[in-house]
């Protein structure tokens, strides 16, 4: 069984203006290029939904253990992640 590694940067004129780098790995030993292309507009845009804050947000909560709290409100998760200060002993835990 034969594999084929695409390692491909995404364009940000064809793929909705993003700027990501994807390496890609596919089973199909023959596809086309449009065919590779379908593939990783699909992926790009399923990682777009995926990474929308409002779903980050929602699939985590904030550990604080300074305050010893678990921090689940949607708006003060936002703002913490959106400030750019660190504060030590805090993390934030996937709940999926």
């Given at each position: 069984?034969?594999?084929?590694?695409?390692a491909?940067?995404?364009n940000?004129?064809?793929?909705?203006?993003?700027?990501r780098?994807?390496?890609?790995?596919?089973?199909?030993?023959?596809?086309?290029?449009?065919?590779?292309?379908?593939?990783?507009?699909?992926?790009?845009?399923?990682?777009?939904n995926v990474?929308?804050?409002?779903?980050?947000?929602?699939?985590?909560?904030?550990?604080?253990?300074?305050?010893?709290?678990?921090?689940?409100?949607?708006?003060e998760?936002?703002?913490i992640?959106?400030s750019k200060?660190?504060?030590?002993?805090?993390?934030?835990?996937?709940?999926?």
């Amino acid at each position: 069984m034969s594999m084929e590694w695409l390692a491909t940067s995404s364009n940000p004129k064809k793929m909705n203006k993003s700027n990501r780098d994807l390496l890609v790995l596919f089973k199909q030993e023959f596809m086309t290029p449009q065919a590779i292309e379908h593939e990783i507009g699909w992926l790009h845009e399923l990682l777009f939904n995926v990474e929308r804050l409002d779903n980050f947000v929602s699939a985590h909560e904030l550990i604080d253990l300074n305050k010893y709290k678990i921090l689940k409100n949607s708006f003060e998760i936002k703002r913490i992640i959106r400030s750019k200060k660190e504060k030590p002993f805090v993390f934030l835990n996937n709940v999926n």
